[in-house]
């Protein structure tokens, strides 16, 4: 079966209910060429069950296709953000963090302050920059622990990197400070040539897109304050 | 000397930064970041330079007396040892 994520033509030897009822609205049958395809053997299998005794098959499928889809991401423009990305007014707003800090949480009192507003992806969207150098992100069938993904390309407001505080306040960073946090939540291939093109979707990403650090904690100011930080201005 | 194989010098949002990859990323998963006189040094270094010859480098490059020029070197050097960047020989 093939699939368009995130604009690449994707097939995908799908088995299990899980990844198969996640990508059901990425099918596609269109004419394009098939950009990437991942085929994950019995062997594959096995030997991670055997590494990760408290996996299953479906975990296994979902979690190593996906590893295997943002790893090809890096040869079209792409990255994965480890981030929850939300949709508000037509614009996607990413919040990333390490594990447990309280991305997916962060965006959930988005959900309830901003009427309208959806997840785009909940844990890994992806970033692509189209031809025109506008940056997006994408939702993708793998996102994460939850299933909270929609098939859109959304246009980039902002970046933000999260943090727990006990007050809710947010300031812009420059780029060069963002970069520790940003290569931290990405897939940093172990081959050179990879390397270099995450490096350089990465440059061309922060020359384009804002990045901000918010200090937040669960109220539901937490998303009024990283709104009126983020939102673009008016044109 | 020489960098240690495996880590690469780039330019990532108007900043120098090295990262492993290769078998150097699984013990390093890190980000150095430099400064100007720093990303030339590492430059010169991932080549194999010796010492006497990156500083007869550095003193026709940059506007330094030779003082100044080994401070900085040494400065490098110390830091990149310590952070075990560097094949000796």
Same mark, same amino acid.
């Given at each position: ?11 995908? +030897? ?11 609205? &990425? ?34 499928? &979902? ?26 007014? +037509? ?89 520790? +946090? ?44 990283? &709104? ?8 | ?8 010098? @780039?330019? /990532?949002?108007? @900043?120098?930064? /090295? ?5 150097? %990323? ?19 270094? %991932? ?16 506007? /330094?007396?030779?003082?100044?020029? @080994? ?19």
């Amino acid at each position: 079966m093939r699939y368009n994520i995130a604009g690449i033509i994707v097939d995908m +030897n799908v088995r299990f209910p899980r990844l198969g009822s996640q990508s059901r609205d &990425y099918e596609y049958d269109g004419e394009r060429e098939t950009n990437v395809k991942i085929r994950l053997s019995e062997q594959f299998y096995n030997d991670r069950l055997e590494e990760n005794p408290h996996l299953d098959y479906e975990m296994i499928e &979902y979690i190593w296709m996906g590893s295997e889809f943002y790893n090809a991401l890096i040869h079209f423009n792409g990255m994965l953000l480890h981030s929850s990305c939300i949709v508000y007014e +037509n614009k996607a707003y990413l919040f990333s963090a390490p594990c447990g800090t309280g991305k997916s949480t962060h965006t959930q009192l988005w959900l309830k302050r901003f009427p309208g507003s959806y997840i785009l992806n909940d844990d890994k969207p992806a970033i692509r920059i189209n031809n025109d150098g506008t940056v997006y992100a994408f939702g993708t069938p793998f996102s994460g622990k939850t299933n909270q993904n929609v098939n859109k390309a959304v246009p980039i407001a902002g970046i933000c990197i999260l943090e727990r505080d006990t007050t809710n306040h947010i300031e812009s960073v420059t780029p060069d400070d963002a970069l520790f +946090n940003i290569l931290n939540q990405t897939v940093r291939p172990p081959q050179e040539d990879c390397m270099d093109m995450v490096l350089q979707t990465l440059d061309k990403v922060l020359g384009k897109v804002p990045v901000y650090r918010l200090y937040c904690n669960m109220d539901l100011e937490a998303a009024e304050v990283s &709104y009126n930080g983020m939102k673009p201005d008016d044109e | 000397m020489k960098t240690k194989k495996g880590f690469m010098l @780039r330019s /990532v949002a108007g @900043r120098h930064v /090295v990262v492993a990859v290769g078998k150097a %990323s699984i013990e390093f998963n890190g980000l150095i970041t430099l400064n100007d006189t720093g990303a030339y040094i590492w430059e010169k270094l %991932s080549n194999g330079i010796t010492y006497d010859e990156l500083l007869k480098d550095m003193l026709s490059d940059y506007e /330094v007396d030779e003082k100044t020029a @080994r401070e900085g070197i040494d400065g490098f050097l110390a830091t990149a040892r310590e952070a075990n960047l560097l094949d000796e020989d």
